[in-house]
């Protein structure tokens, strides 16, 4: 027994949160990001932390952290020269990709940077068909020779992607080992390994993805494990990856694709901690920062996964949670474009010069100067007056907009949110609405610096009547890594007639991706009594191209697992298309299993119900723009840290905090819950 | 200045205010390209699913585009017409809510060829017509026939209601799938047009409900000013003046290399485009006027201001001149199969005509084609099958950058069906698919490589290809040199093909490359550090390096 540690290591700071297992205590300690080694941060930060507490680094039971170093990487371009081995002829795939052109209409766009230049992809002699039998095999000396090659050239990284390795994996297999004695220094990854599904294309461009990251990742996970060990941590450290579960480090420095959306799936799973908190409600999450914007849509305590998604321009299958992220946030600029219409984006005023308010000579207006107009914001100061602002200057380029569509510029500010709003819904609609699920069954979870500023106008868009809004947004993730079980998911891709099937081959199967996670289990050293397992199977009419995941019942199978598996197939395409092909053959495409391991799971302790009355938080008034009223009108101002448990707080009125603000709208109430939430109804 | 009294805001001006405009823009966009996944995703044939040749958008009442999603230009020629068309042979006397209308002919059904099949239906609010739902899917069949005239091309369908009310007019479907080769497939992807339209048509109402009919329809008309307005400010971007621009075509149907030419007469925010082309001909690359239009109005967006949006608005500022039963504004009975490499070309010569004064803008020639390649052949039961694909290449260097290499350029943007999906569903494997050393036009920037796509047909089967720069060259901008040529080559005992048709049996090969694009200034230019570094990527050959010869090398 001891304390838990959850760590979340964002751009600029870095977020630690301690709970002791035995009291339930939590402690919260936050230090500055070291960018150029995010690990100093991470070691220094937790002994501070335990110091403060006058606990040891040996009292350590459980280390989870959350890392952005494998997507930075990717996005700056600061992964390693990596090479290719494909199946001869196939070597430009990679940059060939799906044929389309980045922008229908923007001939001047261009594709993302390929990742492996061409000199460096080398194409060797062998094939396989789609049944799994070789039409010709490896040449072995050509692929020592592309080895020998690529080692003069100097690669750190070499990926390894042969068509069909996922039904026949021995020439990858083969690859493996002729790389291990000629170029036993480089990082390599074969595709049957870290992608084993069908097209081709996604499949290389996750293993190349995977290649590009691996020394990156291996020597910030290596730097990581040795400042833990010489401070004197002893417990195994774990990372979170892309589906919000996590994994061991040993794993993590082999499949860094894993972990791309490592940063925004914590996001997520710490919402999921929050619905956990808060009684299992559904919820939408609302991560609104500077630049950009994730959502995500929980479900019965879950978020529903993809198996592929394209991060930052690059095709990656792995399972991920189904994070739909815009590049819109406080910081999009705003103009007038040629039409005459109000556009909010894409581009952005980033940290510096910043928004026009900040007075580093910016006169183009943002998000954030129409806030500060309308004194959502403080006019005077943000961050509790570590930094002053100029509302005269978001007023000047304000008007600059204005002007152009004849409008006030209260109006225009106004009008700027609405859009902000609307630019918002479209995003939340792609994972709610165009899934199958209606937001109004939903809460509205709001964290990031700008998310509960907007939160209200969004809701009433989408008609949800409810917002969440946790105590400390960047703390909530690092509470959320102490909630996460380990997992990992394991898949294999064959085709098969659910009509002419025979139960013991789907059982087969199973039972072969049941044998790889009973081996990861052994390596995490997950004892047997809190293995547990979840089989799936992605379904389709044969014929078509999307599958539907559709749940596989546990026990034996037999006929009336197929059965199971038609009737949720069938109640899911209904739901998705409206419609149902009677008679059409079903198709079973890719099995999947899911291997967790439940860990003791930190909880939080309730605290004591107070008064309704809020006015012991209340700090001031000022003037802000109220919706409703079409006018300015005196707003309440409260310290949200002043806030406690049964406090209501009736609208319209702000409730600040050091690093967001809550804006709470006429018709709107809010409640103080028992864990320091923000729950915002209609009254 | 002096201060100006606003007027009060009242609650009809302020239901249409900017603010309201671009968020039912907005709600718009997000309902086509929504309808637009849920085609692809519930969709059957590989066309469709994987190589998304398929288009969905919004309509107002009177049959103007509201929105049309981000897939395929080219598929704008196909809804211009259709809309206008119900309304012309139906009128709205009996237009029922869950009508659906079915179309595809050239002449009487506004489709730009017969295999584009296009669903309509109308978006009823409160009673009363506001919208309509459309979309079109490019159907792999009607292959393997002649093409001298509309007629051999496959079944002509005028706007017919495929639902009355509702209710599947079964009659019609019969008709409709006994004329197709894979009618399997062809039922499939219906039902998923279907499930398209559907959604829009609820996402329509649930739009009307929430911000009144009458409100999205002002809006509707707002956002076509409004890209009107964009229009006429991109092209008040140009000098006034006159440019022309003529080019040469070429095609595998035919010995004779056709002239195309432009004329394009800027004045102020205006613009006129007159296309000269031989008369139409017993070929398939005749182009209807809307194909013409769809095309025009593609390429001039994209060169003038590719960012604004979609609707019937950006047309209104522009004029298409070209004489009836030319190749290029075809009249019935001309054959249209083709018209896609025609209409590729078209784009091109209005690059060349405007290089000039945007030189900055424009980019040299891509490949100026649409290679396309159709497999069919019987299998075991008894039953056909059809594998069309397009194979992108090269496209022309840019004023400040390469071409991009191994794309669909402009009228299309189709994916290509991965090796691991395509073997498994048809009797081909690939051999090879990989960009083509020194196929990008050489210059200061270089053009995009071109595309070699090597098939081996695993069964006898019937076989057609098409293309055109298979005669002539991708031609380059201010001194760069023209991308290469494409071609189609078999292997030996392949019987020769007429007209780009003719049969293969087990075991032959058949190997396409695609066109490069053209390059863009002096290959002298060319800084040479980025020549070694082309060498190295065998972007260019050595033997091809003596164009950057002023510099070392």
């Not at chain 1, 209260?410 to 949110?417: R, S, T």
């Not at chain 2, 237009?95 to 669903?119: C, K, M, Q, S, W």
Request: glycine share 10%; aromatic share 6%.
């Amino acid at each position: 027994m001891g304390w838990r540690v959850g760590v979340d290591s964002g751009g600029t700071f870095t977020d630690i949160c301690l709970f002791e297992e035995e009291t339930g205590r939590v402690e919260i300690w936050k230090v500055p990001s070291t960018p150029h080694d995010p690990s100093v941060a991470i070691s220094t930060g937790v002994a501070e932390a335990l110091d403060r507490l006058g606990a040891t680094p040996e009292a350590v039971a459980y280390f989870g952290h959350g890392t952005t170093v494998a997507t930075n990487a990717l996005i700056q371009g600061r992964g390693v020269s990596t090479g290719l081995i494909a199946t001869r002829g196939f070597r430009d795939l990679l940059e060939i990709g799906r044929q389309k052109r980045p922008h229908l209409y923007d001939i001047h766009a261009e594709k993302p940077k390929t990742l492996v230049s061409r000199e460096l992809r080398i194409g060797v002699a062998e094939r396989v068909r789609n049944d799994g039998s070789v039409e010709q095999p490896l040449d072995e000396d050509a692929l020592r020779t592309a080895a020998k090659e690529l080692k003069a050239a100097g690669v750190k990284s070499v990926a390894i992607t042969f068509l069909y390795s996922f039904a026949h994996t021995a020439h990858e297999e083969a690859a493996l080992r002729i790389l291990s004695e000629e170029f036993p220094e480089a990082f390599v990854s074969a595709s049957h390994r870290i992608a084993p599904e069908f097209r081709e294309f996604e499949r290389m461009s996750t293993t190349v993805v995977n290649a590009y990251l691996g020394p990156v990742m291996k020597g910030y996970l290596h730097n990581l494990e040795n400042s833990l060990k010489e401070m004197g941590l002893d417990a195994v450290p774990h990372l979170t990856q892309s589906n919000g579960g996590v994994i061991g480090f040993d794993t993590a420095a082999e499949m860094p694709v894993r972990t791309v959306l490592s940063g925004p799936s914590t996001g997520v799973v710490a919402a999921l901690a929050l619905s956990e908190m808060t009684g299992g409600q559904d919820l939408i999450t609302f991560d609104m920062g500077g630049t950009s914007t994730d959502v995500a849509l929980l479900k019965g305590g879950e978020c529903r996964m993809v198996g592929e998604a394209v991060v930052h321009g690059y095709p990656i299958k792995a399972p991920m949670l189904d994070i739909h992220t815009v590049g819109a946030g406080g910081g999009s600029l705003v103009h007038v474009d040629s039409g005459g219409l109000i556009k909010v984006g894409p581009r952005s005023a980033g940290a510096f010069p910043g928004p026009a308010c900040y007075g580093h000579g910016t006169t183009e207006p943002t998000v954030t100067d129409a806030n500060v107009f309308l004194q959502n914001l403080d006019p005077r100061y943000l961050l509790r007056g570590r930094m002053p602002v100029h509302r005269d200057l978001a007023e000047a380029a304000l008007k600059t907009i204005a002007d152009q569509v004849g409008m006030s510029v209260a109006e225009a500010a106004d009008g700027i949110l609405d859009i902000v709003a609307a630019n918002m819904t479209k995003a939340i609609r792609v994972i709610s609405v165009q899934r199958g699920h209606d937001p109004r069954d939903y809460t509205l979870v709001a964290f990031g610096g700008a998310g509960p500023l907007h939160a209200a106008r969004l809701a009433a868009e989408l008609e949800m009547r409810r917002i969440l809004v946790p105590l400390t947004p960047g703390i909530l993730c690092a509470m959320g890594l102490l909630m996460t079980d380990l997992r990992t998911d394991f898949a294999s891709t064959r085709l098969a007639s659910l009509d002419t099937l025979d139960p013991s081959w789907l059982e087969e199967v199973f039972a072969n991706l049941e044998r790889r996670a009973d081996a990861w289990f052994a390596s995490e050293n997950i004892p047997l009594d809190a293995r547990m397992t979840r089989r799936t199977v992605d379904v389709r009419y044969a014929g078509q191209n999307y599958e539907i995941s559709v749940a596989v019942p546990g026990g034996t199978t037999d006929r009336s697992t197929f059965e199971a598996i038609r009737r949720e197939f069938l109640a899911g395409h209904d739901q998705l298309y409206g419609f149902t092909s009677d008679g059409e053959e079903i198709e079973l495409v890719t099995y999947r299993l899911e291997a967790r391991a439940g860990i003791r799971k930190a909880r939080f302790k309730p605290r004591p119900m107070g008064a309704s009355d809020p006015a012991g938080a209340l700090i001031g008034e000022r003037l802000v723009w109220c919706r409703q009223a079409g006018s300015f009108r005196t707003h309440k101002i409260y310290d949200r840290l002043l806030l406690v448990p049964g406090n209501i707080v009736e609208g319209p009125a702000i409730i600040d905090q050091m690093d967001t603000t809550t804006v709470v709208p006429a018709g709107m109430e809010a409640h103080v819950d028992v864990y320091l939430n923000l729950v915002m109804e209609a009254y | 200045m002096a201060q100006v009294k606003q007027n009060p805001v009242t609650a009809e001006s302020r239901s249409l205010n900017p603010i309201t405009i671009e968020v039912i823009g907005s709600a718009f966009a997000s309902i086509v390209e929504e309808m637009g996944e849920t085609l692809v995703r519930s969709s059957y044939s590989t066309n469709i699913k994987e190589r998304r040749d398929c288009s969905t958008a919004l309509f107002d009442a009177s049959g103007h585009t509201l929105c049309q999603a981000e897939h395929v230009p080219m598929h704008l020629g196909s809804f211009i017409g259709f809309v206008p068309l119900i309304l012309k042979k139906h009128g709205l006397v009996g237009l029922r809510p869950g009508d659906v209308f079915i179309g595809n002919d050239a002449y009487e059904g506004g489709g730009t060829h017969l295999p584009d099949i296009v669903l309509a239906e109308p978006i009823f609010h409160g009673g009363r017509l506001t919208a309509w739902a459309i979309n079109t899917a490019h159907h792999s069949d009607f292959v393997d026939r002649g093409h001298a005239h509309i007629y051999q091309e496959g079944l002509r369908m005028p706007p017919v209601r495929l639902y009355r009310a509702g209710d599947l007019q079964e009659d019609i479907q019969d008709l409709f799938l006994l004329n197709c080769q894979v009618p399997r497939e062809r039922l499939s992807d219906l039902r998923a047009q279907m499930a398209a339209n559907r959604l829009g048509v609820r996402r329509m109402i649930d739009l009307c409900d929430k911000y009144g009919a009458d409100t999205v329809e002002a809006a509707g008309q707002e956002l076509q000013d409004y890209a009107e307005r964009r229009m006429r400010a991109g092209i008040r971007t140009i000098p006034d003046g006159i440019y022309t621009f003529s080019d040469r075509f070429d095609c595998e149907v035919f010995e004779a290399l056709w002239d195309f030419s432009v004329r394009i007469i800027v004045r102020g925010d205006e613009m006129e485009l007159r296309f000269d082309s031989p008369p139409q001909s017993r070929s398939p690359m005749n182009v209807v006027r809307t194909a013409l239009l769809a095309t025009v109005y593609y390429a001039v967006k994209s060169i003038v201001d590719p960012s604004m949006p979609p609707n019937a608005g950006l047309a209104r500022p522009i004029t298409v001149i070209a004489e009836e039963g030319s190749v290029l504004n075809c009249v019935h009975p001309a054959a249209v199969d083709g018209r896609l490499t025609s209409c590729q070309r078209v784009v091109d010569l209005i690059h060349g005509a405007l290089a000039p004064v945007l030189p900055e803008r424009v980019t040299a020639a891509g490949n100026g084609s649409c290679f396309d390649i159709t497999f069919s052949g019987q299998r075991p039961d008894g039953s056909l099958w059809v594998y069309l694909e397009t194979i992108g290449g090269g496209n022309g260097a840019r004023f400040d950058k390469d071409g991009l290499d191994g794309v669909h350029v402009h009228m299309t943007n189709t994916s290509n069906l991965p090796v691991e999906a395509l073997e498994v569903e048809y009797p081909i494997t690939l051999l090879a698919y990989e960009l083509i050393d020194s196929s990008g036009g050489a210059g200061e920037f270089r053009g995009g490589m071109g595309i070699r796509r090597v098939y081996r047909a695993e069964q006898a089967c019937r076989v057609h290809y098409g293309g055109s720069r298979m005669r002539s060259q991708p031609w380059g901008l201010d001194g760069g040199l023209p991308g290469a040529s494409g071609g189609f080559r078999f292997s030996d005992g392949v019987t020769p093909f007429l007209k780009g048709v003719g049969t293969v049996n087990a075991g032959d090969i058949i190997e396409v490359f695609t066109p490069g694009g053209g390059g863009y200034g002096d290959p002298t230019r060319r800084p040479p550090n980025v020549v070694q570094q082309d060498l190295r990527e065998g972007s260019f050959t050595l033997a091809d390096a003596t164009v950057f010869q002023s510099k070392e090398v």
